[in-house]
C-alpha cells in the first residue's frame, strides 16, 4: 500500500521504518525542516520502565494541591483556564483511582516492555549509537512516596522488570555523586532501563527508513485529511494528495487533524519543560539517571551535558517559559548534583506533549478504514516509540500484533468512537 505517515517525530518515524519494512511504499510529510522538532525534540531522554508512568497516579491530586502555591511544584497552571484543559484535568482525576492507575499502568508497560525488545535488536542489528547509557534511580524523598509507588513496582515485577530497592547509603553507593545535603527516604534501582539522545536517535531512524525506500516531505504541513471510498485523500496548500492509507502521528497536532473527521480524542497539550547545561565537574555529575519521584522530574547525563526535565504546564497555548517550572527544573538539578552543573544558566525548553487522561496511547483503526491513529503518548513516547511502530505496520499490514493490543485502541471508549 501507499501509506502517508503525518508527523515526523519519534512516533511518525519508527511507524515509518516498519511500514517500509514491511513492504509498504510510505511518505513521511513533516511541517518543520527536519525530524525531531518539537515534543521528541526537547525528550529527557529516558527509556524503559521508569518513563512509562502516566500522570495520573494514587496520590496526584494530593501532591500536585499541596505544592500548588510553592516556587517549585510538579504541575504549573497558566492564567488561561479553558474548558478543555477543565475537562482533561476532571477526566485524568479519575484515572488516579487504584484500579484504575494499575490497568493503566499495565498497559503502558506491556508496550513499554516489548518497545525496549525492539530497541535492542535495532540497535545490535543496525549498530545505532545515540549515546546510550544504562541505568535509572527513582528517588523517594518520604516514605509516603515509596508507599505510593508499591502498585507500581509490583506492576514491573510482574512483567519481569528488574528493580531493586535501595537504602539511602545503598543508593549513595550506587550514585556516589548523589549530593549528601538533600535527605531522602529511599531509591528504586532499574539497571535496564536505558538513556541516550533521543533527537539523534530520531535522526538515525530517519536515515534507515531512507534506507528502506521512505520518502520525507520537510516544511508541509498537512491541513486536513479527506478519508474516501477505498482510500484517504489529504490537503496540503490548497492540493489534494491521494494515497491508500494514513497514519496520523502528529503529537499535539492530532486532535484537529482527527476532529474534523468527526473523531474528538480526548487529548490534550500539556506543556512540558527540559533544560541541557554543561558539565562543570565530570566527577560530581551522574552516572544514572535520576528521577525525583515528588517533582516529577528526571535528569540524565547526555555526552558533556545534563539533561533535565519535567513539570507539566497546563493552560498555555505559547512556548513562554513559566518561572515555576524554571525553578523547579532547577531546584532539582541542585537538591541532587550541586557542582555538577550551573542549572540556572541553562536552556530551557519547553513544548507540547500529546496527553491523554489515562496516560496510555491510542494505536491502530479508526471508524474510517483507511485512516490510522499513533498518537498521545504523552510523557512517555521514546519508551513506546518502536513497539507502536511496529504495531501500526502489523495491523496495517493485517499481521497478527506480536503482543495484545487490550486498551490500546480507541476501542477502549466504546461505541461512540467507532
Ligand atoms: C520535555 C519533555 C521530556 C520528555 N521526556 C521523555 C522521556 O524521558 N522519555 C520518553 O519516552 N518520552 C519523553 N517525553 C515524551 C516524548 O518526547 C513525546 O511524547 C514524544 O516526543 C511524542 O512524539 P510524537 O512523535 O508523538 O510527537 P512529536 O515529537 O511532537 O512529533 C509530531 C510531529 O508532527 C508534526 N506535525 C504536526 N501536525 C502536522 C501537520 N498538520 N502536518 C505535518 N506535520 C505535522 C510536528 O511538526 C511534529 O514534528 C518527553 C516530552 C517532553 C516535552
New binding site residues.
Given amino acids: 500500500m501507499r501509506v502517508a505517515v503525518?508527523?515526523?517525530?519519534?512516533?511518525?518515524v519508527c511507524t515509518a521504518y516498519y511500514l517500509a519494512e514491511a513492504g509498504h511504499e510510505v511518505a513521511v510529510?513533516?511541517?518543520?525542516g527536519n525530524v525531531?522538532?518539537?515534543?521528541?525534540?526537547?525528550?529527557?531522554?529516558?527509556?524503559g520502565p521508569s518513563?512509562?508512568r502516566p500522570w495520573a497516579t494514587p496520590g496526584t491530586v494530593g501532591r500536585v494541591f499541596s505544592m500548588l502555591f510553592r516556587p517549585e511544584s510538579p504541575m504549573a497552571f497558566s492564567a488561561r483556564f479553558e474548558p478543555a484543559m477543565w475537562r482533561w484535568l476532571r477526566r485524568s482525576m479519575s484515572e488516579c483511582a487504584l484500579p484504575r492507575y494499575k490497568q493503566n499502568q499495565q498497559r503502558l508497560l506491556r508496550l513499554a516492555s516489548y518497545s525496549q525488545e525492539l530497541m535492542q535488536h535495532l540497535v545490535q542489528t543496525c549498530e545505532l549509537d545515540f549515546q546510550q547509557r544504562n541505568g535509572a534511580l527513582m528517588m523517594f524523598r518520604t516514605s509516603r512516596e515509596l508507599e505510593l509507588a508499591q502498585p507500581m513496582m509490583e506492576l514491573l515485577g510482574e512483567i519481569g522488570g528488574r528493580h531493586e530497592l535501595l537504602d539511602i547509603e545503598a543508593a549513595r553507593q550506587l550514585e556516589p555523586a548523589l549530593s549528601s545535603e538533600t535527605a531522602f527516604h529511599s531509591a528504586l534501582y532499574i539497571p535496564d532501563d536505558w538513556s541516550g539522545n533521543?533527537p539523534l536517535f530520531v535522526r538515525q531512524m530517519k536515515s534507515l527508513a531512507q534506507d528502506k525506500g521512505v520518502e520525507f516531505h520537510f516544511n508541509?504541513?498537512?491541513?486536513a485529511i479527506r478519508p474516501e471510498i477505498g482510500g484517504v485523500s489529504f490537503q496540503i496548500e490548497g492540493r489534494s494528495i491521494d494515497t491508500d492509507a494514513v497514519v496520523v502521528?502528529?503529537?499535539?497536532?492530532s486532535v484537529r487533524?482527527l476532529k474534523a473527521i468527526g473523531i474528538s480524542l480526548p487529548l490534550y497539550p500539556v506543556k512540558?519543560?527540559?533544560a541541557s547545561t554543561p558539565i562543570q565537574e565530570y566527577e560530581l555529575a551522574p552516572q544514572l539517571s535520576v528521577f525525583d519521584d515528588t517533582y516529577r522530574v528526571?535528569l540524565t547525563r547526555l555526552g558533556k551535558r545534563i539533561r533535565i526535565?519535567?513539570c507539566a504546564e497546563l493552560g498555555s497555548s505559547n512556548f513562554d517559559l513559566n518561572q515555576k517550572a524554571v525553578n523547579t527544573l532547577v531546584k532539582v538539578g541542585d537538591d541532587w548534583f550541586p557542582n555538577a552543573a550551573n542549572y540556572r544558566t541553562a536552556s530551557f525548553?519547553c513544548?507540547?506533549?500529546?496527553m491523554l487522561p489515562e496516560g496510555v496511547p491510542l494505536l491502530g483503526a479508526t471508524r474510517y478504514p483507511n485512516v490510522f491513529i499513533n498518537?498521545g503518548?504523552?510523557?512517555?513516547?521514546?519508551?513506546?516509540a518502536a513497539g507502536s511502530g511496529k504495531l501500526m505496520a502489523d495491523l496495517i499490514s493485517s499481521r497478527r500484533t506480536e503482543i495484545d493490543m487490550d486498551g490500546l485502541t480507541l476501542t477502549r471508549y466504546g461505541d461512540r468512537m467507532r
Avoid at 36 to 47: I, K, P, R
Avoid at 220 to 223: A, M, Y
Fill in positions: 503525518i508527523g515526523g517525530g519519534v512516533i511518525g510529510i513533516e511541517r518543520y525531531a522538532q518539537e515534543a521528541s525534540f526537547g525528550n529527557l531522554d529516558l527509556m518513563a512509562v533521543c508541509t504541513e498537512v491541513q502521528a502528529a503529537g499535539s497536532d487533524l512540558v519543560y527540559s528526571g526535565a519535567g525548553w513544548g507540547p506533549a500529546a498518537t503518548h504523552g510523557a512517555g513516547a521514546w519508551a513506546m
